[in-house]
């Protein structure tokens, strides 16, 4: 059911995740009615989506700080120093020379890592609430960022293998994952600034108290004895 108050418009785009936010303008301050009602239906539904925000990195991070602070990016291999810290430049355009970048470029090589299913910012002790993604120059084909729902695979586990799983304890590090990719793609002094992180294997969200396992290809390995191997599937109709 669409949520709507005055020109506020959320519509479920999925009945796993995701909602469509109309009659707002990200360019300008918010409301603190308005803001509520976008923070509970990024609770209720995950994934939030804006059409037609023309923002600059300034709105955009004036946005993003009504969550929280924000964090800074990790010095990522061969853009070092080149951005506001509180930003991420995801790009296959070469700001030096022009034109795109090719696949065997160290830059590009890093971002592919982004192609694997990931939890933004697992890999660091205090892990991000979530990222505001905002496309300011996006191909005519192809280019999309795709979501997956941990919330509902969790809830669709027989209750015997959730409780196996509660409790548990995973390793996260973007040193492994990135080296799934290619190794030594941060220098010494970059890879040892980023040892590897402690999460639960499942969280809670504080506000619904609704469960979903934290993983993603940051995450190395569980602690503890290795699960038995098993297999389950789950569904979601759009």
């Known amino acids: 059911m669409a949520i ?4 506020l418009s959320i ?17 300008r301050p918010l409301s603190d009615a308005t803001f ?19 923002l600059t990195d300034a709105q955009q991070k004036a946005f993003s ?28 355009t070469d700001p030096d020379h022009g034109g795109l970048m090719d696949w065997s470029d160290r830059r590009m090589l890093y971002h592919s890592g982004n192609q694997l299913w990931h939890t933004d910012s697992s890999f660091k002790p205090v892990p991000a609430h979530s990222s505001a993604l905002s496309g300011r ?12 729902s941990m919330r509902h695979a969790w809830a669709g586990l027989p209750d015997h293998v959730k409780a196996r799983l509660e409790g548990k304890v995973a390793v996260h590090s973007i040193i492994y994952s990135r080296n799934l990719i290619a190794k ?38 569980i602690e ?11 569904s979601c109709s759009p």
């Open 36 to 54: 509520r009602r976008i923070a509970a239906a990024f609770d209720e539904f995950s994934v939030l989506v804006f059409h037609d925000q023309r």
């Open 137 to 148: 120059e996006v191909p005519p084909v192809g280019g999309e960022t795709e979501f997956a």
């Open 4 to 7: 709507s108050s005055e020109a």
């Open 184 to 221: 030594d793609l941060f220098d010494p002094a970059q890879a040892a600034a980023l040892p590897a992180v402690r999460h639960a294997l499942v969280r809670a969200n504080p506000v619904n108290g609704r469960k979903t396992f934290y993983i993603g290809s940051h995450a190395w390995f």
């Open 224 to 234: 503890g004895p290795t699960p038995r191997a098993g297999a389950f599937s789950t």
């Open 11 to 27: 519509v479920p785009l999925h009945a796993c995740l995701a909602a469509r936010v109309d009659g707002v303008d990200l360019t």
């Open 65 to 92: 700080e009504r969550w929280g602070p924000l964090e800074n990016t990790i010095v990522s291999p061969g853009q070092e120093a080149r951005y506001d810290p509180k930003l991420v430049d995801l790009s296959n």
